[in-house]
């Protein structure tokens, strides 16, 4: 025979209350079950004697594994029950325990504590919520017509291990589990209500799966419960954590919290929550300042130390991923150690739970911020909560307990059992008691969307129920095409319809499950504030839609929030403060992304958001402004009109001009006088006709370049110097030629005529002619936009198209300067009084000496001061040459008349003389 060992729970002698009779040590592990959450500090101790093998005690008896001898654990379970032709199980925590741990596994005083329990009245209230929904259904002539529903409710006092046995019970129909007793009989239920808690659910899942009995849990949210390959037969009416995460993550990041800190529960609920809960944070660019997890049964050190390391933060926004168990005790240890000023972030566990227990504590909770399961008011189910009395469940204790705990006494046909925790016996009632006087967390249904999720989950049995009996034959979903039939079916043929129903309840809520169980995602957003009462209210300020619009998940009213302490400020939450626009993110080395530096933009780099991480390059003709938040063009620049340096330069260029024009009409007036016609009259009017179109020219220099002014300017310029230096070239080789020509019978001047001379500089100019016209032909000078010299701005300038043209052109200019400067150079001896010769050396040398530092000049100027400079150039070099040649003659001609005679010219008067 296998060899194991059951609890057997026995009545002891005496009025010793039912807490005081449940003690369990053992030398490798603690057993759960029966009510023993309800185990209280006794007031008599007797030492237990050792025994040799594994043994516990029970009541004033020990039961011990001795030879021949088979210890025996009965497990008793309370529960609510009522017969149908469909039973649905229920598992309901309405007992909450603190979990005091035995320290020592060794024998030692008959009545040391095991837990420490309280009467949980939201847990009753949705116990009570599946009795009025089973009620209602067989109420109903449409669903499920001549069916009755009944149900089997058990208290799972919040742990798994009691979870687990009720499950055996419930799959072995019997009040009493044997566990050493194989469950082969015929399975009692075709479904299961809960758990209450992720870890619960997990332990029934896990039990009853080989039965494959569908399980619908109201307020399981781990992730891990989605996973159809380990469980399932597992379905939920309330969203899993992977929605609550993302809905929490949205809740934050509204309000610009970046560096918050997270507490959970060291379950499969806080853990799992949590865990989905960073990963979306991660996504959303937000960053965990700590992270501490903490179970019920841990010891008060470590409480201690969560709790100061919260109060050691930068950041005063926690999100508590945890049940109302593990926050009791985390906020027990809050209101000790003072610790205020932290806005709360919670989970649905707890935002709703009632767990403020001195009036102190208020102030700590105040603002408290967090997703709920959405509250739905369903029909009748206030007045049916207020029906309840122990009249109606005679000896059952959890009714029992919860009058205990509502109105602080015992029923008065019942007897006293100290159910809630005092350590004096309670008094009797008197029977004038009444629910309409109380308003506690059992009959306020304000923010209660915990019993309108149980109510769906029973209606979702109902409807598979109701779609599978209506099956046609024939047409069924199981082998042969046959169909579930009521008296015979199996669960696992009631999980076949679980998977597609589709229903809406009476409230207008579209009820279905996905591919994984879980439910669409919506969440109330709840905000606890103090009423004019002066007491804690959690109110609805906002709600999350998981199959929203990206963007429009989440909607609140920031008006109606209140925050930590009261304020009505939105507390902060950051490591470092949000970069303005034109700074970016620089993430500090060694720290999380949210702790970073500002830095300004790049000159051509913007931002126009807060908190950019890179900047962003402004288009090629856009440069950024002085605060680097915005992109605005570039500042065009060329040499205009209305600049102060272009209009001295246009002055410059009318005054020679004027110049070129005056001495024409000078030396016109005097065309016969012997300086005028010594000096070649006709060649002096072409050049100073050259030297007014080289003054004009410059003007094409300046303003906005386009194509007419482009190709105008560089052809205008190259063939007006040409003219200029081919009449002085003209005048030089005449100018050598006379006075070659000594002797009177020279034929020289007749080879160089005044027709000779039309025709040299009509050749000269030609040939730069012929250069300027292939070079419009070819590729003619345009406009371009230069951004090579200035990042920040823009240089409207003439591209010149062809570049051999360009020099060619310049060339030519070059060559004839330099054959005319040789010439000039030749006759700077000639005689004193014919003043041609040396005027021209000396403005040839003052032609070349501009150009010549011209060339550097241009390139260390770039810009607009380029086109000035060679605006400069061409006026510097033109007047130049008016100056040098033409100013001596109009000195003579208007100030010196007398010199203008032939024996003057001649060299027959002695200038010493004059």
């Known amino acids: 025979m296998r060899k194991g060992w059951k609890l057997e729970v026995q009545e002891t002698p005496g009025d010793v209350p039912l807490e005081n009779r449940f003690t369990l040590l053992e030398d490798t592990a603690s057993?759960?079950?029966?009510?023993?959450?309800?185990?209280?500090?006794?007031?008599?101790?007797?030492?237990?004697?050792?025994?040799?093998?594994?043994?516990?005690?029970?009541?004033?008896?020990?039961?011990?594994?001795?030879?021949?001898?088979?210890?025996?654990?009965?497990?008793?379970?309370?529960?609510?029950?009522?017969?149908?032709?469909?039973?649905?199980?229920?598992?309901?925590?309405?007992?909450?325990?603190?979990?005091?741990?035995?320290?020592?596994?060794?024998?030692?005083?008959?009545?040391?504590?095991?837990?420490?329990?309280?009467?949980?009245?939201?847990?009753?209230?949705?116990?009570?919520?599946?009795?009025?929904?089973?009620?209602?259904?067989?109420?109903?002539?449409?669903?499920?017509?001549n069916i009755t529903l009944g149900y089997r409710i058990h208290d799972d006092c919040n742990t798994p291990e009691i979870a687990t046995k009720v499950a055996l019970a419930l799959v072995n129909g019997q009040e009493e589990i044997l566990v050493d007793q194989v469950c082969d009989g015929p399975v009692q239920i075709s479904g299961i209500v809960g758990g209450a808690g992720s870890s619960a659910s997990i332990a029934v899942a896990r039990t009853t799966g080989p039965f494959r009995i569908p399980l619908v849990s109201y307020f399981s949210t781990c992730v891990c419960l989605s996973d159809k390959t380990e469980y399932p037969t597992f379905h939920r009416t309330i969203p899993s954590d992977d929605h609550q995460s993302k809905a929490l993550v949205h809740l934050v990041q509204k309000f610009g919290w970046t560096w918050i800190g997270t507490v959970n529960s060291n379950d499969n609920y806080g853990n799992s929550g949590m865990r989905a809960f960073v990963e979306a944070a991660e996504d959303f660019g937000l960053c965990i300042a700590f992270s501490e997890s903490f179970h019920r049964t841990d010891s008060p050190e470590k409480i201690t130390r969560v709790v100061q390391v919260m109060k050691e933060a930068t950041t005063k926004v926690v999100v508590a991923f945890a049940g109302p168990g593990e926050m009791r005790i985390l906020f027990a240890e809050v209101l000790r150690q003072n610790l205020s000023g932290v806005q709360w972030v919670g989970s649905e566990a707890w935002i709703t739970a009632d767990f403020v227990v001195v009036d102190s504590g208020r102030r700590f909770l105040t603002g408290a911020i967090g997703t709920a399961v959405r509250a739905q008011e369903i029909p009748g189910v206030q007045d049916f909560l207020l029906t309840i009395h122990p009249s109606r469940f005679p000896g059952n204790p959890l009714v029992r307990g919860f009058w205990e705990t509502t109105f602080g006494c015992t029923p008065s046909f019942e007897k006293a059992t100290n159910e809630v925790g005092s350590l004096g016996m309670l008094p009797q009632c008197s029977g004038n008691e009444s629910l309409l006087q109380i308003n506690n967390a059992y009959t306020d249904l304000t923010m209660?969307?915990?019993?309108?999720?149980?109510?769906?989950?029973?209606?979702?049995?109902?409807?598979?129920?109701?779609?599978?009996?209506?099956?046609?034959?024939?047409?069924?979903?199981?082998?042969?095409?046959?169909?579930?039939?009521?008296?015979?079916?199996?669960?696992?043929?009631?999980?076949?319809?679980?998977?597609?129903?589709?229903?809406?309840?009476?409230?207008?809520?579209?009820?279905?499950?996905?591919?994984?169980?879980?439910?669409?995602?919506?969440?109330?957003?709840?905000n606890w504030k103090i009423n004019a009462n002066g007491s804690l209210e959690v109110r609805t300020v906002g709600y999350y839609n998981g199959s929203g619009p990206p963007g429009k998940e989440l909607v609140l009213n920031l008006h109606q929030i209140v925050w930590s302490g009261g304020k009505r400020q939105i507390p902060r939450a950051v490591c470092s403060e949000s970069c303005s626009p034109g700074t970016r993110k620089i993430t500090r080395k060694g720290q999380p992304i949210c702790c970073f530096d500002c830095k300004s933009c790049a000159d051509g780099e913007i931002t126009n958001t807060t908190d950019s991480a890179d900047c962003i390059k402004c288009p090629p003709l856009y440069w950024s402004n002085d605060q680097k938040d915005q992109c605005i063009p570039k500042k065009i620049e060329y040499l205009g009109f209305t600049e102060i340096l272009g209009m001295v330069l246009v002055l410059f260029a009318l005054i020679g001009v004027c110049m070129s024009g005056l001495t024409a009409g000078l030396f016109f007036r005097h065309r016969d006088t012997p300086l005028v016609k010594a000096n070649n009259s006709e060649l002096s009017f072409l050049l100073l006709f050259a030297l007014s179109c080289c003054f004009l020219c410059s003007v094409t220099f300046i303003g906005e370049p386009s194509h007419w002014s482009c190709m105008l300017r560089r052809t205008a310029f190259g063939v007006s110097f040409v003219m200029c230096i081919a009449c002085v070239l003209v005048k030089t080789i005449l100018v050598l030629t006379a006075f070659k020509a000594t002797h009177p019978s020279s034929n020289r001047m007749k080879w160089?005529?005044?027709?000779?001379?039309?025709?040299?500089?009509?050749?000269?100019?030609?040939?730069?002619?012929?250069?300027?016209?292939?070079?419009?032909?070819?590729?003619?000078?345009?406009?371009?936009?230069?951004?090579?010299?200035?990042?920040?701005?823009?240089?409207?300038?003439?591209?010149?198209?062809?570049?051999?043209?360009?020099?060619?052109?310049?060339?030519?200019?070059?060559?004839?300067?330099?054959?005319?400067?040789?010439?000039?150079?030749?006759?700077?001896?000639?005689?004193?009084?014919?003043?041609?010769?040396?005027?021209?050396?000396?403005?040839?040398?003052?032609?070349?000496?501009?150009?010549?530092?011209?060339?550097?000049?241009?390139?260390?100027?770039p810009g607009k001061y380029t086109v000035a400079v060679e605006v400069f150039a061409i006026l510097a070099s033109s007047f130049g040459l008016l100056l040098c040649i033409f100013a001596p003659k109009c000195f003579i001609i208007v100030i010196t008349p007398e010199r203008n005679t032939k024996k003057h010219i001649m060299g027959k008067v002695d200038e010493r003389k004059l």
């Not at 101790?45 to 009541?59: D, E, Y």
């Not at 209660?448 to 979903?477: Q, R, T, W």
């Open 31 to 145: 057993l759960g079950g029966g009510q023993v959450c309800e185990s209280k500090i006794g007031t008599e101790a007797k030492p237990k004697r050792q025994t040799s093998g594994r043994a516990m005690v029970v009541g004033d008896s020990i039961v011990r594994d001795a030879p021949g001898c088979r210890l025996r654990e009965r497990i008793q379970l309370s529960n609510i029950s009522k017969d149908g032709d469909v039973v649905l199980g229920g598992l309901f925590t309405v007992h909450l325990n603190s979990f005091q741990q035995i320290n020592s596994f060794q024998f030692q005083y008959q009545n040391q504590p095991v837990v420490v329990c309280s009467f949980d009245l939201k847990g009753f209230r949705m116990l009570q919520t599946m009795i009025f929904t089973v009620e209602e259904i067989n109420r109903d002539e449409r669903l499920l017509p």
């Open 448 to 526: 209660d969307g915990n019993s309108y999720i149980v109510y769906k989950a029973v209606y979702a049995f109902a409807h598979a129920l109701h779609d599978m009996l209506s099956c046609e034959s024939g047409k069924g979903p199981f082998p042969n095409k046959t169909c579930a039939r009521l008296s015979t079916f199996k669960p696992w043929q009631l999980l076949h319809y679980m998977k597609s129903i589709y229903f809406t309840t009476k409230v207008g809520e579209k009820v279905h499950f996905d591919e994984k169980g879980n439910p669409t995602a919506a969440y109330d957003i709840v």
């Open 752 to 861: 160089f005529g005044q027709r000779q001379q039309r025709i040299s500089v009509f050749l000269l100019v030609s040939v730069q002619g012929l250069i300027c016209v292939f070079w419009l032909l070819i590729a003619p000078p345009f406009p371009v936009i230069n951004t090579k010299y200035y990042r920040e701005k823009i240089i409207l300038e003439c591209d010149t198209g062809s570049s051999a043209a360009f020099y060619l052109a310049s060339g030519y200019i070059g060559l004839l300067s330099c054959i005319c400067f040789v010439l000039a150079f030749q006759a700077r001896k000639l005689p004193d009084n014919f003043n041609e010769a040396k005027c021209i050396t000396f403005s040839m040398l003052i032609f070349c000496a501009v150009w010549v530092t011209f060339i550097p000049a241009s390139v260390s100027s």
